[in-house]
């Protein structure tokens, strides 16, 4: 049981994570508004090249903040990833050209870079052993409670109110988390902590080292990133354009997706307990190949409600066991550095194929970045299969990285 300042801190960083993850869905959730009512989005394309263009500067930003926050485990960081989040997505209600709400999505991506570099590795300094898979695993799921309610959210306040509700909305509540995270996390560490912590990591950080500590999990990591973009940016259209779902209806089928998926986050640690780490990766691997199939191929609601709790259960494993493979991996030293390269190569995974897919749904339909995604799964799959059977990968526990003294 976790207990004092440290469930304190986890529900302040987990708050932020909802808040951060629920906020970088909702103007994917609307793109079918804008793109059916031609206001702003003009083609699938348009979608993709919006999605690229943000993520680049995550890639950017997060790597900057990745290298700047080593050592300092400031709670304001968090809360300047909500200010910046929630003033973006108002003044993306004022936008009156396709580039101007890029400008501001620029905006919003920015503050969602923060998050990752920092809020995971607070958990992963604070926590070990079972009590690192719990609170992953605790995290995580709070990240897929802020995408819940932002899709249950959006599609409704879309349809009876207009495109800039949702935003309003969200910005709203980002605003108010910078008020509530600083609350929680108020004495978070006592002076002499921070000290020894900072005394601890006070060694040269490593990106090489912390690279070292990740390699083996990045082609999952580029799985994970691409399993969301697909989902998040293309399946509210091929709900609503291949399937015929009211944007109202399309909320609430994304909304059991993330409910599955939170479901399965806060089951992980009992689910890692049991089958390890890896073994929970091979078995989520296969569902979401299988489902990606379906939906790529088939054309009946209750069967895509259906497959979609069902991904959501599988995809949402996979996060908080690639997060707790990186975190006793890498020295503590590097875990900031760590978790900043991960998220890049999981925002590399979304930029590159949500670009790709717009311009493939342009050239053979909604449903081919699906497609794209079942065969992707195949290959990773694969790949797992093979460093599980080399040892590569424990198929009972974590990797420890080999890490050479300085």
């Known amino acids: 049981m976790i207990k004092g300042k440290k469930r304190r801190l986890l529900g302040s960083v987990s708050l932020h994570h909802a808040c951060n993850d629920g906020s970088t869905v909702v103007l994917p959730t609307i793109f079918p508004v804008l793109l059916t009512q031609g206001l702003l989005i003009r083609s699938y394309s348009d979608i993709g090249t919006t999605v690229l263009v943000g993520l680049v500067t995550a890639v950017i930003f997060q790597a900057f903040v990745g290298h700047f926050a080593k050592t300092r485990h400031s709670r304001y960081y968090l809360a300047l990833d909500a200010l910046l989040v929630g003033t973006s997505l108002i003044l993306m209600t004022q936008s009156t050209s396709y580039w101007m709400l890029v400008l501001f999505f620029i905006g919003m991506r920015m503050g969602t870079s923060i998050y990752h570099p920092v809020g995971i590795s607070w958990i992963s300094h604070i926590f070990s052993g079972k009590d690192l898979d719990r609170a992953m695993g605790f995290q995580s799921a709070f990240g897929n409670i802020g995408v819940l309610l932002a899709f249950a959210s959006t599609g409704f306040l879309a349809q009876h109110y207009g495109w800039r509700a949702p935003l309003f909305l969200w910005g709203a509540i980002n605003l108010v988390a910078v008020a509530i995270g600083l609350y929680l996390s ?38 994970g990133g691409l399993a969301w973009g697909i989902t998040v940016n293309y399946a509210p259209s091929l709900l609503n354009h291949r399937l015929g779902v009211p944007m109202s209806a399309t909320g609430i089928i994304m909304g059991c997706w993330m409910a599955a998926g939170t479901l399965s986050a806060f089951m992980y640690g009992r689910v890692s307990a049991r089958l390890g780490r890896a073994r929970t990766l091979v078995y989520a691997y296969i569902v979401i190949a299988v489902v990606a199939v379906i939906f790529g191929l088939g054309r009946s609601v209750p069967l895509a409600i259906g497959a979609f709790a069902i991904f959501g259960i599988a995809l949402f494993s996979t996060y908080p066991a690639n997060l707790s493979f990186i975190g006793s991996s890498v020295e503590p030293r590097n875990r900031t550095a760590a978790f900043s390269l991960a998220s890049n190569i999981m925002i590399f995974g979304n930029s590159i194929f949500s670009f ?37 990968i424990s198929a009972d526990g974590c990797r420890i990285a080999r890490v050479d003294p300085q």
């Open 186 to 223: 108020r004495n978070a560490y006592g002076k002499g902590e921070i000290a020894q912590q900072i005394e601890d990591e006070k060694e040269p950080l490593s990106w090489t080292k912390a690279f070292h500590g990740i390699k083996t999990f990045i082609p999952l990591m580029i799985l």
């Open 356 to 392: 790709v897919s717009g311009r493939i749904s342009d050239t053979y339909g909604i449903n081919a970045p699906f497609l794209l995604l079942g065969a992707m799964t195949v290959i990773i799959l694969t790949y797992l299969v093979m460093m599980i059977r080399t040892g590569r």
